[in-house]
Nanobody, 124 residues
Framework: QVQLVESGGGLVQAGGSLRLSCAASGGPFSYYAMGWFRQAPGKEREFVSG????????YYADSVKGRFTISRDNAKNTVYLQMNSLQPEDTAVYYCATDHRNRAAMAPHDVDYWGQGTQVTVSS
């Protein structure tokens, strides 16, 4: 059974940092693109960042470019999102996602599997 389990969310002050992790199991995720989406209250789920299965290609939403860094460890079937210079507008539930077609710049309809989400709250 496929499982994506996120961790690392929490409450942080503006300007602070958090590192999200997503551990995948139940599938050959080292061959899948993986990514992060987020959803704030009353808003649609949006793409944050994605990484190809080799890790050589990465994509970011304009709103996080230069502040967030995605990486992966295929030996651990884990993808990370390092978030620096966090701002209140980054407050959302963050979801891990996979695409077996290896489209790192994935849209929500491309996603095969979702994690349960982890809350990130940035106070001003």
């Amino acid at each position: 059974q496929v499982q994506l389990v996120e961790s690392g969310g929490g409450l942080v002050q503006a300007g602070g940092s958090l590192r999200l992790s997503c551990a995948a199991s139940g599938g050959p995720f080292s061959y899948y693109a993986m990514g992060w989406f987020r959803q704030a209250p009353g808003k649609e789920r949006e793409f944050v960042s994605g990484i190809s299965y080799t890790g050589q290609s990465t994509y970011y939403a304009d709103s996080v470019k230069g502040r967030f860094t995605i990486s992966r460890d295929n030996a651990k079937n884990t993808v990370y999102l390092q978030m620096n210079s966090l701002q209140p507008e980054d407050t959302a539930v963050y979801y891990c996602a996979t695409d077996h077609r290896n489209r790192a710049a994935m849209a929500p309809h491309d996603v095969d599997y979702w994690g349960q989400g982890t809350q990130v709250t940035v106070s001003s």
